[in-house]
């Protein structure tokens, strides 16, 4: 008996179907796609399950909705994109939107915190940045830790808008924070760079904080490119 697909990959099947009706049909920018009931028949699929996907267009800045207009299309789905998984395609897109808008968030953040953090938010980073050590070390799924570790740095700057801006992004692309191409830990080479990130801040070394922080999205960054060359060469 076939296994019912994770429904992180229903929806990327989801959406591969959709591009192919979008191809068909020569859809360009500012066109409206079909009503979802009509892409609901066509794909034999739930309207639920239609507008899930579409959803996730729409955060990810691919297609806009409302009322009168219907859903339409925002962002040019380019003929080089049809020879990529949309997955791959939309997801590197919307992680190149997101990281580019938290990198001046996050840079900052770390570069505040080793300024402002009293003694208990130094202690606090330091021994969360060891409990995530030891869970990678260990081989072990990080991200709930890593998570922890960057929220006590916002935390450590004093204003809240670093926690609640960041928390935003994460939480309008979920799906790609949590398994990003599929994959649910991207990123993983990043994670050393915790220790003198961690270290930096306790230090008081703003400077150097701010600097391991870029280091640390231009792993992301890097490991995001690397998938997408990779289904580019397949």
């Known amino acids: 008996m076939d296994q019912i697909a994770p429904a992180s990959q229903k ?3 989801v959406m591969d179907a959709l591009l192919q009706i979008i191809d068909a049909e020569k859809l360009g920018v500012g066109d ?14 739930g309207r639920g399950t239609v507008r899930e996907a579409i959803k996730s267009w729409e955060a990810m800045g691919i297609v806009t909705r409302n009322k009168g207009a219907g859903t339409v299309l925002a962002t040019d789905i380019s003929g080089h994109a049809l020879q990529l998984p949309l997955s ?15 990198r001046p968030l996050e840079i900052e953040a770390v570069r505040i915190a080793a300024r402002e953090a009293d003694e208990r938010q130094r ?21 709930a830790i890593d998570h922890r570790f960057h ?14 801006l960041i928390g935003q992004l994460q939480r309008a692309f979920h799906d790609i924070y949590e398994a990003p191409f599929g994959q ?15 270290e930096a801040i306790v230090a008081g ?4 904080a701010a600097g391991l922080m870029a ?3 231009d792993e992301v960054t890097a490991a995001a490119a690397a998938v997408t060359a990779r289904e580019e060469q397949a």
Not at 190 to 197: F, T, V
């Open 215 to 217: 280091q640390i999205l």
């Open 123 to 143: 202690h606090e980073i330091r021994g969360l940045m060891l409990e995530l050590m030891a869970v990678y070390e260990a081989g072990e799924d990080w991200r």
């Open 151 to 164: 929220a006590a740095i916002h935390a450590a700057t004093g204003n809240p808008l670093f926690g609640q």
């Open 32 to 45: 409206r796609l079909p009503a979802e009931v009509d892409l609901a028949r066509r794909l034999g699929l």
């Open 11 to 13: 929806q990327r099947q």
């Open 184 to 198: 649910a830990q991207l990123g993983h080479a990043s994670i050393p760079l915790h220790r003198p990130l961690a």
């Open 88 to 102: 791959v395609t939309l997801e590197a897109q919307s992680l190149a939107r997101t990281l580019a808008v938290r």
């Open 205 to 208: 070394e703003a400077e150097a």
